[in-house]
């Protein structure tokens, strides 16, 4: 072998060293980081095989009402005339709508919940005599007698101080029925964005609180979970309350009714990875 010969494989065998240890510290760090991405995809995927803890928090605020609702009903009972029962039963539900929008209740507040026909029967009582296996007397099927047409209308008042005579007005302009008076509000989204706030706030202090009593750090977060809970009514006449009127030819006064206050509640649980 030639001498230049021998330097060139002299030269080759450090060379080849360096490139195995190369491709030892490269497959290695593909390891690593395969084995990295999977605890943490893991992590992401089962937060609950880890040790975790959760706490509790909840948010209440009070506020007072903004709009109050109310529904009225027509309700006209009849014989088979059905044509003449719908005019009679229309022709009071328009004049209580109009008087809503006399009294500055917009068009977008007064919304139909409710047109119903129903039939009324007649039906007969009678004792079918079976002789010889046969019945000798057949009992008639029921038979339409009239109807009863009903249209529902639900209302949302903004001023709170025509209340009373709004739903008096309605009952003296056609209306037979008054009920589910409630007090809301429009927008709850502003209420329950600060209970919200409230219930996360004391979920963490809470959480600070058991990982310093229990000598661990306090992990990442690893999930959050929220209950809404109410609003409570909080009013006078009471959420749901009904008046019931026979005729609608009756003045009545108009009652007195405050709007009270609501308490928007709302829980979260937060859970928390042990450190």
């Known amino acids: 072998m030639k001498s230049q010969d021998i330097y060139k494989f002299k030269m080759n065998i450090p060379y080849k060293n360096v490139l195995t240890i190369a491709a030892g510290f490269a497959l290695l760090a593909i390891g690593y980081a395969a084995l990295s991405f999977t605890n943490a995809y893991s992590r992401s995927i089962q937060p609950s095989s880890f ?54 209740v917009d068009e977008e507040d007064i919304k139909t919940q409710q047109y119903s026909v129903d039939p009324r029967y007649q039906r007969f009582n009678c004792n079918p005599v079976i002789r010889n296996g046969a019945t000798t007397e057949i009992c008639p099927p029921p038979e339409i007698v009239g109807y009863t047409v009903t249209q529902s209308v639900q209302v949302k008042l903004r001023d709170f101080s025509k209340i009373g005579g709004v739903m008096a007005g309605v009952v003296e302009n056609g209306a037979n029925q008054v009920s589910n008076l409630d007090f809301t509000l429009d927008d709850p ?14 979920a963490k202090r809470k959480a600070e609180a058991v990982a310093q009593a229990g000598g661990f750090r306090l992990g990442r977060l690893l999930s959050i979970e929220e209950g809404f809970v109410g609003p409570y009514y909080n009013q006078t006449l009471g959420r749901g309350g009904a008046l019931d009127f026979a005729t609608e030819s009756t003045a009545l006064p108009a009652p007195s009714i405050e709007p009270g206050s609501q308490d928007v509640e709302i829980n979260v649980v937060l859970r928390y990875e042990i450190n």
């Open 51 to 104: 040790r975790s803890f959760a706490v509790s928090g909840e948010g209440k605020v009070v506020v007072v009402p903004d709009v109050a609702q109310f529904s009225f009903s027509v309700i006209t009972q009849g014989g088979n005339d059905l044509a003449s029962l719908q005019k009679q039963n229309t022709e009071k539900a328009n004049a209580a709508i109009d008087f809503l929008k006399g009294e500055g």
């Open 189 to 202: 989204s502003s209420a329950e964005n600060d209970a919200r706030k409230e219930a996360i706030e004391e």
